[in-house]
């Protein structure tokens, strides 16, 4: 009788065990506690385990439905990222967390929250649904520590400055450069003479420009183009050594200038522009903007926005019939109106809102955020208007409340917001909480 027992209940767990395969999602991973799917090609249990803060280089590519998404592997770079606490649970950190050097394994990673809470985006805007999974096929091929990876870092910086240094002073001889460089390395050849005066800070001048690498390779120009660069001298809105150079020419002037990287881009690539880069550039003054008729321009502009602004913001509520106001200028309707708490100082207020223009341009919205935004009272972390008319709310009330440029970004463009916007919030109160 126990041995029929027994062969029953063993067939019964295998029923139940390929059951349970059946139904499993993705058929021959298991599942972490927080839901990751995982599944393992090679382990070797006896080598090198990340640890926090390590650095990791990967081999890596990212699938969706099967199609390829985007490969790591396809760079001509190392690409290193380092082990940190997973941003939310079942993450790719986690599934780094799991392996040892050497390890290749596959993990499914709910796409909907990779992007929203790596990059901040409203999954549906790329086309996720929460039933859509990222495959990563990874391959664990080197472990440094934080430490070992900085030495390194320095150690490629210093071989990478050297190259660039020789290269310039190779390109400087073998095309015979015999003009002095400024103190900083920059060179200044001189190729056409203006007559006008020189720039200088707070001036806005307009340049026509070629760049090349020493070998070169055109890498930007506006010469083709009826888009001249325009840019105020003094704001660090270029390269450096544009800073020293056009200051120096006349309106009209031409020279070819060698800008040695550091008074470039220096260790960072942009665009077709690699790191380290020394810079040929071809330049033009055309014209010469005094700061003072600048000024004049600028505050031109701000009052016409300013005066557009405000007729804006009367034609809507007037369009709307809204009437209510507070002293500072906040206008509001509600909609919903109960006796619940309201938010104070020190207290969290847990909102969900939808944020637009005037003209109903979207801003923000509180799911693409989670489906709630927490707003800390009293911490300067919320906009003056919407804080004001948070105050004015009981929970569970529903409002709109039109922000007048004053109380939102004001004349600062933020942002997709540009400057002088008024702003409408449609908000729900869900909660009041103490603290954070």
Not at 381 to 406: C, D, N, S, W
Request: charged fraction near 25%; hydrophobic fraction near 40%; charge should be negative.
């Amino acid at each position: 009788m126990k041995r029929h027992c027994f062969l029953f209940s063993m067939v019964c767990l295998s029923a139940m065990m390929l059951l349970t395969a059946c139904d499993q999602k993705f058929p021959g991973y298991k599942k972490t506690a927080d839901g990751l799917y995982y599944k393992f090609h090679s382990q070797n249990p006896t080598a090198t385990k990340p640890q926090l803060t390590d650095f990791l280089k990967v081999n890596m590519a990212c699938y969706l439905h099967d199609s390829l998404y985007y490969d790591w592997q396809g760079t001509q770079r190392d690409v290193f990222t380092q082990l940190q606490k997973p941003v939310f649970p079942g993450d790719l950190l986690e599934a780094y967390a799991m392996m040892h050097l050497g390890d290749s394994a596959s993990f499914y990673i709910k796409a909907d929250s990779v992007v929203l809470k790596y990059y901040e985006k409203d999954p549906a805007s790329a086309g996720l649904t929460a039933d859509d999974y990222f495959r990563y096929e990874v391959k664990l091929v080197e472990v440094q520590t934080q430490e070992e990876f900085k030495a390194n870092i320095e150690k490629m910086k210093a071989s990478m400055e050297a190259a660039s240094r020789k290269a310039l002073a190779d390109y400087v001889a073998v095309n015979n450069i015999s003009v002095t460089p400024e103190p900083s390395g920059v060179f200044i050849i001189p190729l056409e003479k203006g007559k006008g005066r020189c720039p200088v800070k707070g001036d806005q001048v307009e340049v026509d420009f070629a760049t090349y690498l020493l070998d070169g390779q055109s890498v930007g120009s506006t010469l083709d183009s009826s888009e001249k660069l325009k840019f105020v001298l003094g704001e660090g809105l270029v390269i450096p050594g544009w800073e020293e150079i056009v200051p120096k020419m006349h309106l009209g002037d031409r020279v070819k200038a060698i800008i040695p990287f550091d008074m470039a881009y220096g260790e960072h690539s942009v665009g077709s522009i690699p790191s380290y880069a020394n810079l040929i550039y071809d330049i033009k003054l055309l014209k010469i903007t005094p700061a003072e008729e600048l000024q004049k321009q600028v505050e031109a502009t701000q009052r016409a926005m300013k005066a557009d602004s405000e007729k804006a913001l009367l034609d809507y509520l007037r369009a709307n019939d809204i009437k209510d106001h507070t002293e500072s200028g906040l206008y509001y309707t509600k909609s919903v109106i109960t006796g619940g708490a309201q938010p104070q100082d020190g207290q969290t207020a847990r909102i969900r809102f939808v944020a637009t223009l005037l003209d109903g341009t979207p801003l923000g919205d509180s799911d693409k955020l989670g489906g709630y935004y927490d707003a800390e009272m009293g911490q300067g972390k919320v906009l003056i208007g919407l804080e004001e008319g948070l105050r004015m709310m009981h929970v569970g009330e529903q409002a709109r409340f039109v922000l007048p440029y004053t109380l939102a970004y004001g004349d600062i463009a933020f942002d997709n917001i540009p400057a002088y916007s008024n702003i409408i919030y449609d908000v729900e109160l869900l909660d009041v909480m103490n603290g954070k």
